[in-house]
C-alpha cells in the first residue's frame, strides 16, 4: 500500500514539474511547417507592404496658456476657470472636435480634393453574383451625406496629443501628400485659434446683452423699494434715520440718570425725615442734635451767638448779681439768641421735609416719565424693524444694481478686446520621408508572429493529438504492458514490406524487434507455454496481420508452428503469403466441406503451416462460437507447437471476443501515430471485461527517428545493444 502511495506521489509530482525538452521537441517535430508557414506569411506582408502607398505626416505644436493677460477682469462673465487640468482638457477634446474638423475642411475645400475622391482598387457587389438584375430599391447619397463620410476619413487623420507636464500640444495630420499634410495641421492649429477668439466674442456679446436686459429689471426693482420705503416713512411720521428711536433712546437715558439722582436723593433724605418725625418739632434740643441741623450754616451761627451770649453772662455773673441790670440785659440777650435759634432749627427742619416731599415728587413724576418713554419706544421698535426691513430690501437691489451695472460696464468696454488663448509655437513643416508603412518592422513583425502562431498551432496539434505514440503511452496512458514494437519499413519496391522483412534480413532492426516480441512471449509462460496465441487491434489497417505473420516465422525457427486466419470479414493471410485465396481453409474445416489435410498448407520459405480462411462464411460469428471450431482448435493443438491466430480487430466485430476463452494468450497491436488511446483503451476494456487472457501491447509501425528526435523515446536503446540498428548495420 505504501509503494502505491509512492509511486502516486511521484507520478503526482512528475506531473507538476514543466518538462521544458518536451515543449522543446513538440517545436522540433513541426519545425519545418512552422518555418514554410512564416515563410509564406513573411512573402505576402512583403507583397502587401510594398503595394502599399506611402502616408507622410506632419505636426504642428500649439502652446495652449492656462492664464491670459487679462485687460480687465471679467473671468465670471467668460465662464472660465483655467487654474486647474479640465481647461486642457476641455481644449483638447476642442481639437479633436467635429465642428473643428468641418470648418478646415471646408476652408481648404478638402471634399473635392483627389485624396478623398479615390475609387477603391478593389470593390464587391454581391449583386454581381447574382444571375438576374435586381431593381435598385436604394437611394442615392447626398452631397451632406458624402460630405460627412469624408469628414469621418478626415478626422481619422488627425492626432492631437498633449505633451506631459507643459502647455504644448502636437497636432498631427497623415496624408499622402506631404505637402498637404503639412498644410492641414497647420491649418488646425490656426482654426482652433480663430475659434476660441470667435467663441469668447460670442460669449462677450451674450453677458452684454445679458446684463443690459438684467439691468433694467433690477432698475425697476430698486426704484419700487425706495418708493415703499419712502410711502412707509411719511405713513408713521418718522424723522430720523432709526424712524426715532435714537431719540428715544436717548430721552430714555436722560430719564433714567435723572431718576437715579432723584431716587438718591429722596432716600438721603429720607433718613433725616424720619428721624425728624420721630423727634417732632416740639423738641428743638434733640432736633438740634440731627446731623442736618447740627452742619446746617444758619444754625452754627446761632449757636455761635447763644454761645457769646452765656460766655458774657458768666464773666457779669462773677461782677453783678443776678437783679444787675446788666445782668438782666444779658440774660434778655441771652434768651433772644436761645429763641432765633429754636426758631432756625425749626426753619432747617421744616427745609429739610419740603426737600424730602419735593425729592419723593420728582422721583414720582420720573418714574411715570420714564414709563412713558418705554411704551413709546416698544412703538418705535416695531416701527424701525419694518423701516429696516424695508431699508434693507432697498441696499441689497441697489448692491446688486451697482455690482451689475459694473460688469456691464467692464463687459461693454473689452467687447472689442479679443485676446487669444493659443498660438503656434512649431508650426508644421513638409515631411521629407514617410512616416508609413515602415516596411522593415512589418517583415520581421510579420515573421516573429507567423513563428508565434505556428509555434502554438504546433502546440494545439500536440493538445488535439490523442494517439498513442511511445512505450510511456502504452503504459501510462492504456495501462498495459509494453511487449515491443515493430518499426515502420519504408520499402518502395514492395507494398507490404513488413510481410518479408523478417526472412529476407534476419540482421535488421525490424527481425530483431520481432525477436524481441518473440522472447517477451516465450518468457511470460515458461512453465506452462501459451500453445495458441491470438493477435487483434483495434481498428482494421494497424498491422496485426503483419505481426501474427512475423510472430509465426519467429516461432516457426524453433518450434512446429501453425499460422491461421481467424478473421472471417476480410481474409488476407492467403494473399500476403502467396496462396490462392479460393483453396480450402477455417470455413472449410469447421463446416466438414473439406478434410484438414487438405484446408493446411505448408509455407516454404519460412517453414510453417498455414490454415487460411477459406470460403466467407454468412456468419463469422457463429463459425468461430460453434463446437466444431473448438473441437478442430483441440486437434490442432496436439499437431503443433505453437498456434499464432490472426483475429478481427476488437472494436469492429466480436470475433476476437468470442475466441479470446480458446486461447492461452493475447496480443493487442497498436499502430504509432494513428490510433487514439480512447479507442484502443475501448477495444483492451472489451477483452478485460471477459477476462481475455492479455499479455501485452506491440506498438507497430514506429518511425524510430522520428519518435526519438520529437518524442524523447530512445527506442534505439533497443537494438543498440546487439550491434542491430541500421546505423551500425551500415557502419559495419
Excluded at 445679458?210 to 420705503?229: F, I, M, N, P, T
Excluded at 471477459?690 to 527517428?705: D, E, R, S
Amino acid at each position: 500500500m505504501e509503494n502505491k502511495q509512492n509511486a502516486a506521489f511521484d507520478r503526482l509530482m512528475q506531473e507538476d514539474v514543466i518538462d521544458l525538452r518536451e515543449y522543446w521537441l513538440t517545436i522540433s517535430r513541426h519545425k519545418w511547417g512552422i518555418l514554410g508557414f512564416a515563410f509564406l506569411v513573411t512573402l505576402l506582408t512583403i507583397l502587401i507592404v510594398f503595394s502599399m502607398r506611402p502616408v507622410y505626416r506632419a505636426t504642428a505644436t500649439l502652446l495652449i496658456e492656462a492664464q491670459e493677460a487679462q485687460v480687465v477682469s471679467i473671468e465670471e462673465v467668460y465662464g472660465l476657470d483655467s487654474g486647474n487640468q479640465e481647461y486642457f482638457l476641455t481644449q483638447f477634446e476642442i481639437l479633436k472636435s467635429r465642428k473643428l474638423a468641418e470648418s478646415v475642411m471646408r476652408k481648404l475645400d478638402l471634399a473635392n480634393h483627389p485624396e478623398f475622391n479615390e475609387k477603391p482598387a478593389f470593390s464587391f457587389n454581391w449583386r454581381d453574383l447574382l444571375p438576374l438584375e435586381l431593381p435598385d430599391g436604394g437611394v442615392e447619397p447626398s452631397e451632406e451625406d458624402l460630405f460627412q463620410s469624408k469628414l469621418g476619413q478626415f478626422r481619422q487623420k488627425i492626432t492631437v496629443s498633449p505633451v506631459r507636464k507643459t502647455q504644448l500640444v502636437k497636432v498631427t495630420y497623415e496624408s499622402y501628400s506631404p505637402v498637404m499634410a503639412a498644410e492641414v495641421a497647420n491649418a488646425i492649429g490656426q482654426a482652433y485659434i480663430e475659434s476660441n477668439l470667435e467663441a469668447k466674442l460670442e460669449v462677450t456679446m451674450q453677458a452684454s446683452t445679458w446684463l443690459s436686459d438684467r439691468l433694467g429689471y433690477l432698475r425697476d426693482e430698486l426704484r419700487v423699494a425706495e418708493k415703499q420705503l419712502q410711502a412707509y416713512r411719511d405713513q408713521e411720521g418718522i424723522v430720523g434715520e432709526k424712524g426715532g428711536l435714537d431719540i428715544a433712546s436717548k430721552e430714555l437715558d436722560l430719564v433714567s440718570t435723572k431718576l437715579v439722582e432723584s431716587r438718591r436723593d429722596r432716600l438721603e433724605l429720607q433718613g433725616v425725615y424720619d428721624q425728624i418725625q420721630k423727634i417732632g418739632k416740639r423738641n428743638p434740643r434733640k432736633l438740634e442734635l440731627l446731623p442736618a441741623v447740627l452742619q446746617h450754616p444758619l444754625v452754627q451761627t446761632m449757636k455761635e451767638s447763644v454761645a457769646e451770649k452765656q460766655l458774657k453772662k458768666s464773666e457779669l455773673a462773677k461782677r453783678y448779681g443776678a437783679k444787675h441790670p446788666k445782668m438782666v440785659a444779658v440774660n434778655s440777650e441771652l434768651n433772644i439768641a436761645y429763641r432765633s435759634l429754636n426758631q432756625q432749627i425749626v426753619s432747617v427742619v421744616n427745609g429739610v421735609e419740603n426737600q424730602y416731599k419735593a425729592a419723593l415728587a420728582s422721583e414720582k413724576s420720573l418714574e411715570n416719565s420714564l414709563a412713558a418713554t418705554k411704551g413709546s419706544m416698544q412703538d418705535l421698535s416695531r416701527k424701525e424693524f419694518k423701516l429696516r426691513e424695508l431699508q434693507q430690501d432697498v441696499d441689497t437691489k441697489r448692491a446688486l444694481y451697482d455690482t451689475f451695472f459694473t460688469r456691464f460696464n467692464e463687459t461693454s468696454a473689452t467687447g472689442d478686446l479679443r485676446t487669444a488663448n493659443a498660438r503656434i509655437v512649431d508650426p508644421a513643416v513638409k515631411p521629407q520621408l514617410p512616416a508609413k508603412p515602415n516596411k522593415k518592422l512589418i517583415v520581421v513583425l510579420a515573421f516573429v508572429v507567423s513563428v508565434m502562431f505556428g509555434v502554438v498551432f504546433a502546440f494545439l496539434l500536440k493538445a488535439l493529438d490523442n494517439t498513442v505514440k511511445t512505450a510511456a503511452d502504452i503504459e501510462g496512458k492504456l495501462g498495459e504492458t509494453m511487449m515491443g514494437l515493430l518499426p515502420l519499413l519504408k520499402r518502395k519496391d514492395v507494398k507490404h514490406p513488413s510481410y518479408s522483412e523478417y526472412l529476407e534480413d534476419s540482421q535488421s532492426a525490424f527481425a530483431e524487434s520481432v525477436r524481441t516480441i518473440r522472447t517477451g512471449v516465450v518468457l511470460s509462460a515458461l512453465d506452462n507455454p501459451h500453445k495458441v496465441l491470438a493477435v487483434t487491434s483495434t481498428m482494421p489497417g494497424e498491422g496485426k496481420t503483419s505481426t501474427a505473420i512475423n510472430m509465426a516465422y519467429s516461432l516457426g525457427q524453433m518450434e512446429r508452428v501453425l499460422l491461421i486466419d481467424a478473421d472471417m470479414r476480410r481474409p488476407s493471410l492467403a494473399k500476403a503469403l502467396g496462396f490462392d485465396p479460393r483453396i480450402p481453409g477455417l470455413s472449410n474445416l469447421v463446416a466438414g466441406t473439406s478434410k484438414l489435410e487438405d484446408c493446411i498448407h505448408h509455407h516454404e520459405t519460412s517453414g510453417i503451416d498455414v490454415l487460411t480462411a477459406g470460403i466467407i462464411p454468412p456468419n463469422p460469428l457463429e463459425l468461430l462460437s460453434s463446437e466444431r471450431f473448438a473441437k478442430a482448435l483441440s486437434v490442432l493443438e496436439t499437431k503443433y507447437d505453437r498456434i499464432v491466430i490472426d483475429t478481427a480487430p476488437t472494436q469492429a466485430v466480436s470475433d476476437a471476443l468470442v475466441l479470446a476463452p480458446k486461447v492461452g494468450a493475447m496480443i493487442y497491436v497498436v499502430k504509432a501515430d494513428s490510433t487514439s488511446y480512447q479507442q484502443a483503451k475501448a477495444g483492451l476494456k472489451r477483452l478485460k471485461d471477459i477476462n481475455a487472457p492479455l499479455i501485452g501491447v506491440v506498438l507497430n509501425q514506429v518511425n524510430t527517428k522520428k519518435a526519438s528526435k520529437y518524442y524523447g523515446a530512445d527506442y534505439g536503446g533497443y537494438y543498440d545493444t546487439y550491434g542491430y540498428t541500421e546505423e551500425n548495420k551500415n557502419a559495419a
